[in-house]
């Protein structure tokens, strides 16, 4: 079991270029996350996936896109990088939301030049 | 709406000595609380939750919080702390309704010295 996997593990890209950040599950699990981590800040959800074929926007949506694209797997897009995007990037899941315990991927690390 | 307050955002503290990391909360339903660790360039994983029942609630690595309703906190302690309990400690509270809104603290760094 890989649980949650997140790739790549570190990027560096020139503002204005775009990048997706990619993220599986082997959980089954319906829900699924997308954290963005900045020192002192803690976690803010970037988007989430209730379930599959539903999007919403969490607390720190500009700037990203997301596709859930089946169950397994959910993406998250910068169209056009901004130094202000540089942070480190955590993708979770949960078998729902409310309750349960939300399972993260190792991260990716991203800086924006 | 839900909100977490982690009043400490660094705990320097000697091994074997106990240490106390605290959490406030607010919010206009009934919650879940939840404590997660952050290990060095890792993500975060589960400490324990508290979902109803006993107040105390113990979890993994000889980590225990209590759910003080009143006073709104979910503070976690541990009697006695390891080097390897150097780490990042992440309060978070869920709604029981509604939107089922999940929220994070800010982090506290806990720094085990020798």
């Known amino acids: 079991n890989a649980g949650v996997t997140q790739t790549p593990k570190f990027q560096v890209l020139k503002t204005g270029q775009s990048m997706t950040l990619q993220c599986a599950q082997d959980m089954n699990h319906n829900s699924m996350y997308w954290y963005r981590q900045d020192p002192g800040m803690g976690l803010r959800l970037i988007y989430y996936s209730a379930s599959e074929g539903t999007t919403d926007k969490g607390e720190v949506p500009n700037g990203y896109n997301v596709s859930r694209l089946n169950k397994r797997e959910f993406s998250l897009r910068l169209e056009s990088a901004a130094p202000s995007q540089t942070s480190v990037y955590f993708c979770?899941?949960?078998?729902?939301?409310?309750?349960?315990?939300?399972?993260f991927g190792p991260g990716t690390r991203l800086l924006v030049l | 709406a839900q909100s977490v307050t982690q009043l400490d955002s660094q705990v320097p503290v000697f091994e074997e000595a106990p240490v106390e990391l605290r959490c406030n909360y607010s919010?206009?339903?009934?919650?879940?609380l939840f404590w997660y660790v952050q290990y060095p360039n890792q993500g975060l994983q589960l400490l324990l939750k508290y979902l109803s029942g006993s107040t105390l609630v113990k979890g993994i690595n000889g980590f225990e919080a209590e759910f003080n309703k009143s006073q709104t906190s979910f503070h976690l302690r541990k009697p006695s702390v390891h080097i390897s309990d150097t780490a990042e400690y992440f309060c978070?509270?869920?709604?029981?309704?509604?939107?089922?809104?999940?929220?994070f603290g800010t982090g506290t760094r806990l720094k085990v010295l020798a």
């Open positions: 919010s206009s339903v009934s919650v879940y």
């Open positions: 978070a509270v869920s709604g029981r309704s509604g939107t089922y809104k999940y929220i």
């Open positions: 979770a899941s949960s078998e729902l939301r409310g309750k349960e315990t939300q399972y």
